[in-house]
């Protein structure tokens, strides 16, 4: 089985600050990453997703993750932050077969003005 | 292109009573996959159901039960409810077959058990 840590529970930064989230994950066999956001009161929207190819990927908003195999990471990244990113991220990670999808336990976002 | 949307938002119930739960798939969607979220952790998968037949079981009890229908749309049951059970229950629609697609998720119906 798949497991994932987020290992901030909270980030504060400024605005306009670039800000990393940290996610790990735990697999024995090839995995597909996903980065979520949830904003207050509202369900999970997919970011990005990395599924092959390129480590370095963008997703909406700005944001973008670098998936690392040998150190099983993979890192949200954001050049400058803005009041409206304030929320909480998942990580999650998927098997090929795809059936359940493994999430952390959320890292929460405050973007300080 | 149309949504995930469940309903109700919100529900309140008593401890032992039985609560059903409703999933409309995003359109296209083939594939259904219900989550509880707890309050301040990740959402835990629950199950998944494809073709109207189960097709994955988190480690929930058989107290949690599903169905999905011709149309894609599913329910999600639970009987017997408990104090714990109190958590936002999360409906994703997906496309088995097409890479490993992505999880749409809904805005969740919130469970409060008393």
């Known amino acids: 089985a798949q497991s994932v840590t987020q290992l901030d529970s909270q980030v504060p930064v400024f605005e306009e600050a670039p800000v990393e989230l940290r996610c790990n994950y735990s697999s024995s066999v090839s995995v597909y990453l996903f980065w979520y956001v949830q904003y207050p009161n509202q369900g999970l929207q997919l970011l990005l997703k990395y599924l092959s190819g390129s480590t370095l990927v963008k997703g909406i908003n700005g944001f973008e993750a670098e998936f690392n195999k040998s150190q099983t990471s993979f890192h949200l990244r954001k050049p400058s932050v803005h009041i409206s990113d304030t929320a909480e991220y998942f990580c999650a990670v998927s098997d090929s077969g795809g059936n359940q999808f493994y999430f952390g336990t959320g890292t929460s976002l405050t973007v300080i003005p | 292109e149309t949504g995930v949307t469940q309903s109700p938002t919100h529900l309140i119930k008593t401890r032992g009573q039985q609560v059903t739960l409703r999933c409309s798939s995003q359109?296209?969607?083939?594939?259904v996959s219900w989550y509880q979220q707890a309050l301040g952790q990740g959402p835990q998968f629950i199950f998944q159901y494809y073709r109207e037949e189960e097709n994955g079981r988190g480690n929930f009890p058989p107290r949690f039960s599903g169905l999905q229908f011709p149309n894609y749309s599913s329910e999600l049951n639970v009987n017997a409810l408990e104090l714990d059970d109190s958590a936002l229950y999360l409906c994703?629609?997906?496309?088995?077959?097409?890479?490993?697609?992505?999880?749409?998720f809904g805005n969740g119906t919130r469970l409060t058990v008393t």
């Open positions: 994703a629609s997906s496309l088995v077959g097409v890479g490993n697609s992505p999880l749409h």
């Open positions: 359109s296209g969607h083939n594939t």
